[in-house]
């Protein structure tokens, strides 16, 4: 019996670690591609394609952002004054679309920084 809860308990704990998210910097990203991440950096600008579909460029300005967080099915308060001023936080897994890197945020626990709002 000791050995199967021993197994039980390995196998849970494996799992929990392979699902852990990790916090990695801004240029490092391209290694991460597949991988749930935290990351921390700035917001430089956005484009507002409807009320519940966003495009938050990070690290730089559109087109040369180095990661762009699509934000959908949420309503998602952009405020102006913290472009370009406050690091803010995005989960979420990195994947490749077009030769860009993006992060798809369908959560309001996936963004923080921002205000968030129904």
Known sequence: ??????????VML???KASAQQEVD????????GQE???YDTVYDYKMVSRTY??????????????????KGTNLKIDQSLLKKHLCGFKG??????????????????????????
């Open 54 to 71: 966003k495009e938050l460029f990070v690290g730089a300005r559109y087109p040369n952002q180095k990661l762009t967080v699509v934000i």
């Open 26 to 33: 801004l240029k490092d990203i391209k290694k991460h591609i």
């Open 14 to 16: 494996l799992a929990c």
């Open 1 to 10: 019996m000791k050995p199967y809860l021993l197994l039980a308990f390995l």
């Open 37 to 39: 991440v935290t990351i």
């Open 93 to 118: 897994v990195v994947t490749l679309h077009d030769g860009r890197l993006d992060i798809l945020a369908t959560e309001r626990g996936q963004v923080f920084g921002f205000e968030t709002s129904e």
